[in-house]
């Protein structure tokens, strides 16, 4: 099914989460940083119901991670955050059989079964507003990219079916700005919070910025730190690493845009 | 099964967590609050497999009165913070069947299942080290006694089977350290936090402090605001209300004393 082709809006940042929904269920398919700004972004993962438990543990056992935002109820497409169709009204999915990512549809109607529980995962893009607002620059944006990604040597803490390797996003700091980003955005926990890691990319076993496992390279320029913050796209890692029978995921970058404001994630 | 007479110590809060286990699992039954001063406790509630799921929603849907600790893998009876025998080694139990309380023994070697899930969830008993330390008087530890606990009016977000009214525990504080009470336990989200109520019974659906629903009576004295908090015995309250086949928990106020220090749940 290809999608029909959708121009993107002349101020992504200006609409409001119902419609931003309504252009990525026409067909838009973009990366989904600076869309609804000040509107909280997740991640999803949905999977069968006889791996819920195994999947929430892992999560309640990763938390930087899998920061669960909110769950669907048995046969429900919508959450309590999210006012949308979860098989139509992100930009685009990742289809999983056995592990392997078998398709990137823009919609999921045919693929999703009555046994899935959808699982909303905290996502970075929510601390990218108070950081613009703070002066801090955010390199993909600037570039209207996505978000570089990338699989880490460190280990989740398993739990069950569930096993995997610990993903991060990475966004190029000044380095006079690095305790600035650190502080901002340690206020939402909710949401990945803290950096786990900054600079030396090689003791996460990250050998090339320049090539990251999801999304898109930027450039980190002279008198930046690249720092390291846990990304949602970790549950579909160890979907790939654990090979449950069936998992639809977001693509990468491209995510659920709730109707609940990032200020309601952030801590005093 | 009755225990055998077991003499408490003369300083139950210099016991390291593996003595007061060995103390409780010889028989002693006794109220933990005050014993191994500086080490977490933990309440703890075992369900079926089947049940586990809906269960760790109801907890990520409640997490002021169901911050999970740790969980335990299947056929588990220790977990990764507890190096005891979660069915021996807390100093009493109780038994749910079709959600009515059957025994309360002080030893549930013969009632545990195979198929049973163990969860540990936070306990405001850690926070009373630093309360202490502050010089935030503590009524029912001063006296000896369990804490007061009591359902309220104001029911928790259902998840699957499980549904039920908030519990709390009340402390009572005086006029000028409510404030020092609220900044200190807000350190410790991980145990309940910050007070979810204070003053005014009434607005919680508590007509007489003098008879809480667990635990033991407390004076509120002159001068002195009931403060309360969201209380780990609420998936008990939700077994009682939503009658699981079968359950266990820890008898309220009859912890588990883990391995882990209280700062490791601290945040700054």
Redesign the interface.
């Known amino acids: 099914m290809s999608a029909p082709s959708v121009a993107p809006p002349a101020d992504p940042a200006a609409l409001s989460p119902r419609d931003a929904r309504a252009l990525f269920r026409a067909g838009l398919r973009v990366p989904t940083s600076g869309y609804a700004a000040g509107y909280t972004q997740a991640n999803l993962i949905a999977l069968p119901?006889d791996l819920?438990?195994d999947f929430?543990?892992f999560a309640?056992?990763n938390p930087k991670a899998c920061p669960?935002l909110d769950?669907t109820e048995?046969g429900e497409t919508s959450t309590e955050i999210f006012g949308g169709d979860l098989r139509t009204d992100l930009p685009a999915y990742r289809v999983y059989v056995n592990g392997e990512p078998t398709a990137e549809p823009t919609d999921v109607r045919d693929a999703w079964r009555d046994d899935l529980v959808g699982f909303l995962i905290g996502c970075s893009f929510t601390f990218e507003t108070p950081l613009l607002a703070a002066g801090v620059p955010v390199r993909h944006i600037e570039l209207g990219r996505n978000v570089p990604m990338y699989r880490t040597s460190r280990p989740c803490r398993p739990?069950?079916r569930f096993s995997g390797p610990l993903v991060v996003s990475m966004r190029p700091i000044p380095a006079d700005r690095v305790a600035d980003a650190v502080r901002i955005t340690s206020r939402y926990p909710a949401v990945h919070g803290a950096p786990v890691h900054i600079g030396d990319p090689g003791a996460l076993g990250i050998t090339d910025l320049g090539r990251p496992d999801f999304g898109e390279p930027v450039p980190v320029e002279p008198g930046e730190v690249p720092v390291f913050w846990a990304c949602g796209v970790t549950p579909q890692a160890a979907v790939m690493a654990s090979a449950p029978e069936f998992a639809i995921g977001h693509a990468p970058g491209h995510m659920a845009v709730t109707d609940v404001r990032d200020s309601s994630y952030q801590v005093p």
């Open positions: 119901r819920a438990f929430l543990l309640q056992r669960v769950v048995p739990a069950g």
